[in-house]
């Protein structure tokens, strides 16, 4: 399996300008997570959906932030206007939801590290 | 709600070192418990996990035991080696059935560096 995709793997960028995040989870996997990872804030998770809907986005930090999933193989979070309190890694992650206490552990990508200047 | 505090890092040891990291967590339930690595410039990868009480993960020379009544999950290996350094994740799972989807919850993670 190619594991769950994350492109770009590095986006440089100047303040105010759009930025899209891009995922591709494993296939089969019904749940996905974004989350984000800095040396003072550590990792933290952002939105998550199952089965294509959003089910928790109190962790998206202001309305800057937006995150979509049009269908069970593709997700995008964009930023718009990026600023550079926002340069962090950003992770993507997937697993399948069984319901009830079983789930498969969750996947991560390779991130994508976004450094707004 | 559910937390995971783990020992303060940075951890520095010599190659073949008995290593010891220490997780203790917050949760209502029955949660399962994770330890996720990362190695540099990657995302995190399961290391090893226990979903009750007593069970022991293992993997890769690493062990873990869920501990209900001292709410712990620590993490320890032997003799550990350079290839080793990365930084280590504890985790725990919403065991509230059938509304958590797999989410986890994090500690703030822990770098092991390990010297030859």
């Known amino acids: 399996d190619a594991g769950v995709i994350q492109s770009p793997r590095h986006e440089v960028t100047e303040m105010g300008q759009e930025v899209t995040l891009r995922c591709k989870p494993i296939?089969?996997?019904?749940?996905l997570f974004w989350y984000r990872q800095t040396m003072m804030r550590g990792l933290e998770l952002l939105i998550y959906f199952n089965n294509n809907v959003p089910i928790d986005d109190s962790g998206m930090p202001e309305d800057r932030f937006s995150a979509k999933m049009p269908n069970a193989s593709f997700s995008t979070l964009k930023i718009q206007p990026s600023e550079p309190r926002d340069s962090a890694v950003y992770f993507c992650?997937?697993?399948?939801?069984?319901?009830?206490?079983?789930?498969?552990?969750?996947?991560f990508g390779n991130g994508t590290r976004l450094t707004v200047t | 709600g559910n937390s995971v505090t783990q020992m303060e890092g940075p951890v520095t040891l010599s190659e073949e070192a008995f290593l010891t990291i220490n997780c203790t967590y917050t949760?209502?339930?029955?949660?399962?418990l994770f330890w996720y690595v990362q190695y540099p410039g990657e995302g995190l990868q399961l290391l090893l996990k226990a979903t009750k009480a007593d069970d022991k993960g293992s993997n890769k020379g690493f062990e873990a035991t869920y501990r209900k009544e001292t709410t712990s999950f620590h993490l320890e290996k032997g003799s550990v080696q350079v290839s080793d350094s990365a930084v280590y994740f504890c985790?725990?799972?919403?065991?509230?059935?059938?509304?958590?989807?797999?989410?986890?919850?994090f500690g703030q993670g822990t770098i092991l560096t390990v010297h030859p």
């Open positions: 296939s089969g996997h019904n749940s």
């Open positions: 992650a997937s697993s399948l939801s069984g319901g009830g206490k079983y789930n498969s552990p969750l996947h």
């Open positions: 985790a725990l799972s919403d065991s509230s059935g059938g509304t958590s989807y797999g989410k986890l919850t």
């Open positions: 949760a209502t339930g029955y949660p399962s």
